[in-house]
């Protein structure tokens, strides 16, 4: 991979307008470009050119290379041992939250990836799950002392796209009380008891993402496209604001225009103005790029 650069706060606005990202979240989001203001979230977004084959497969070595480098940026230790050691301990009882649907699931080199890091930081096996749907029926996550979240980017029918902050939406029994106004209140799931100051890492997947869709559970492979990224950090509302900036960029490449996600994904948004969950204002995000900048789209 190539040396990782530190991009700034006016490099992490460049490309797809902030004018248009802020029509894709259904809010507004003015620029601000102060000295003063200090970036409050790092956000790892980590790519290789031959993550995803040309036949669709996934390199498991690949992955597991770019995850070690993304979090070695990120906490700023001197090795994956170490990294772990530092997000958890080998006391806690972790459930890692996937994600399994059909057409664009977690991929399991992502999953294991992150089992064997939780290991090499000394949780017995018996102490990790790795779930989706049936987690309020798995005692490891009803048990959990840590989280991990991790899925893949997508356009969605209920909320624009579905990201972090949606994945914990199986942490209730009855989701749809989510879906008012687009499903705006997304980011109550992470303050449930069963979810609160448990989230000790998050993986949003960029490897094949979803850019576009219509109608419930829609999936047409033609609006995927081989980005071959991951995106890491401690915040999932930064990391899903990014996200979108990348969604955003590439429906604007495919159709030649700003085309408005429907609905609006301004759960984003509202994840830090109205539940100061974390960030979605640019400024205060810090976008680290490594390894792949071909179409890099930020």
């Known amino acids: 991979m190539d040396e990782h650069k530190h991009v700034t706060r006016r490099d992490f606005i460049k490309g797809a307008s902030l004018a248009a990202l802020g029509m894709a979240m259904g809010v507004s989001l003015e620029a601000q470009d102060s000295p003063e203001k200090i970036p409050q979230s790092r956000v790892i977004l980590v790519r290789h050119r031959d993550a995803v084959g040309v036949d669709g497969a996934i390199n498991a070595a690949i992955i597991g290379s770019m995850l070690d480098q993304a979090l070695i940026t990120l906490t700023g230790k001197a090795g994956p041992n170490e990294v772990w050691k530092s997000i958890i301990r080998p006391s806690d009882i972790v459930g890692i939250k996937s994600n399994v649907w059909g057409p664009l699931p977690t991929p399991a080199a992502v999953e294991n990836y992150l089992k064997e890091g939780c290991l090499s930081a000394g949780v017995s096996e018996k102490n990790i799950a790795i779930d989706d749907r049936g987690i309020l029926g798995n005692e490891i996550f009803l048990k959990a002392t840590a989280l991990i979240n991790t899925r893949p980017l997508r356009t969605h029918h209920w909320s624009g796209v579905g990201g972090l902050l949606k994945n914990y939406i199986m942490f209730v029994p009855e989701p749809w009380t989510y879906h008012d106004n687009s499903c705006a209140d997304l980011a109550k799931l992470h303050t449930l008891p069963i979810t609160k100051n448990k989230t000790r890492l998050n993986v949003l997947v960029m490897l094949t ?52 996600m429907k609905p609006s994904p301004h759960h984003i948004a509202f994840a830090e103005s109205r539940h100061h969950l974390g960030f979605a204002d640019p400024n205060k995000i810090e976008l680290i790029k490594l390894g792949w900048e071909e179409g890099i789209l930020i």
């Open 209 to 260: 993402p979803l850019f576009h869709g219509v109608g419930a559970h829609h999936f047409d492979k033609n609006f995927t496209w081989r980005y071959n990224g991951l995106l890491v950090g401690f915040d999932p509302v930064a990391l899903d604001a990014v996200g979108l900036k990348i969604l955003v960029a590439k429906r604007r490449e495919y159709f030649g225009e700003d085309r408005p």
